[in-house]
């Protein structure tokens, strides 16, 4: 075998809660991992030369160490010393630094596909381990999960075995948007951590502060698992979105246009520029996207995975 070629889907969270900033300068974080239809294809052909290259038609997708998939196959042939090199060829369909993972499930993909280009047999647990040290969003990918919780930095995954399918309208803005960022904007105080239910939110004199905080996650599984759509909608939580908006204030119509064209609910993804709208049905999400289609470059249907 010297070629072999994968999917590799985007992610949306359904719920990010923020509990505190960490002496490692991350953040600990609650999630609801939502595995989405809009994917990349990545192949992965055997070279004899060693060298790890990235082949993508899209600008701004990384060519070198920056890319997350160079770092995590860097490291895979290092530490068992194979001699060959790999061409990762992206085809790019999911929008880059949007809050969708792209680069993350990238990597996963390069990992679980050179795990059998190599014959490394690794397992799962091991393949987890080269995914949380490649990156935050990495590991959930390697799980064949559609929703999953995440806690630590994201990268501590917790499958839900949840079967419902979800419609959303996806609309990504064409500027990017880099998590440290939107992460550094967060008023966010230190660790020690606190209790699960004692976490940090902004008060009315923008001052943080610890204090109880609804728990987003608690309130969004049970209408998840019953498949309610407009209580999942009205459930949608994310506490980077006065980080997105506090960089980008003009984002705020978007969502207000979204949430007006009737959706169930809308919401940011992980650190934006993101914002999908929850729908009832597919045809649902047809009308709702067709009202943004003119508007904005960047408008999909997408459904669980
Ligand atoms: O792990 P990843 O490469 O996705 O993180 C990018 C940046 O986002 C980190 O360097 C950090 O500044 C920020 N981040 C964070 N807390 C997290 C995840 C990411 O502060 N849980």
Not at 34 to 51: H, K, N, P, V, Y
Not at 77 to 89: L, M, P, R, S
Not at 115 to 126: F, G, I, T
Not at 238 to 253: M, T, V
Request: net charge positive; charged share 20%.
């Amino acid at each position: 075998m010297s070629s072999i070629t994968l999917r590799s889907p985007a992610k949306l969270n359904l719920v990010l809660d923020v509990l505190a900033k960490r002496m490692d300068g991350f953040h600990e974080l609650r999630t609801i991992f939502e595995r989405i239809d809009l994917c990349d294809r990545i192949t992965l052909t055997s070279r004899r030369d060693g060298a790890i290259k990235v082949v993508c038609g899209h600008p701004q997708v990384p060519k070198g160490p920056k890319n997350l998939a160079v770092k995590a196959a860097k490291q895979l042939q290092a530490d068992f010393g194979i001699k060959q090199g790999v061409t990762i060829a992206i085809d790019k369909k999911i929008p880059v630094a949007a809050g969708l993972a792209g680069g993350s499930s990238n990597a996963a993909a390069v990992l679980m596909g050179l795990n059998r280009l190599w014959r490394l047999r690794l397992s799962q647990k091991q393949l987890v381990e080269y995914a949380s040290r490649a990156g935050s969003d990495v590991a959930f990918f390697i799980y064949n999960a559609s929703y999953a919780l995440g806690e630590g930095r994201g990268e501590k995954i917790r499958v839900l075995p949840i079967r419902v399918k979800l419609w959303h309208v996806l609309v990504t803005a064409k500027f990017k948007m880099y998590t440290k960022e939107v992460f550094n904007h967060l008023n966010c105080p230190m660790s020690p951590l606190p209790n699960p239910c004692t976490v940090w939110c902004r008060g009315n004199d923008n001052s943080s502060q610890l204090t109880n905080k609804k728990d987003n996650v608690n309130i969004l599984l049970p209408y998840l698992r019953k498949n309610m759509p407009q209580s999942i909608g009205s459930a949608l939580a994310n506490d980077l979105e006065s980080a997105i908006l506090s960089l980008r204030p003009d984002f705020k119509r978007l969502k207000n246009k979204l949430s007006n064209a009737g959706a169930c609910g809308v919401c940011f993804s992980g650190s934006g520029p993101s914002v999908f709208a929850l729908a009832r049905s597919k045809q649902h999400a047809g009308q709702i996207k067709a009202r943004f289609d003119r508007r904005y470059a960047q408008v999909f249907v997408v459904s669980t995975l």
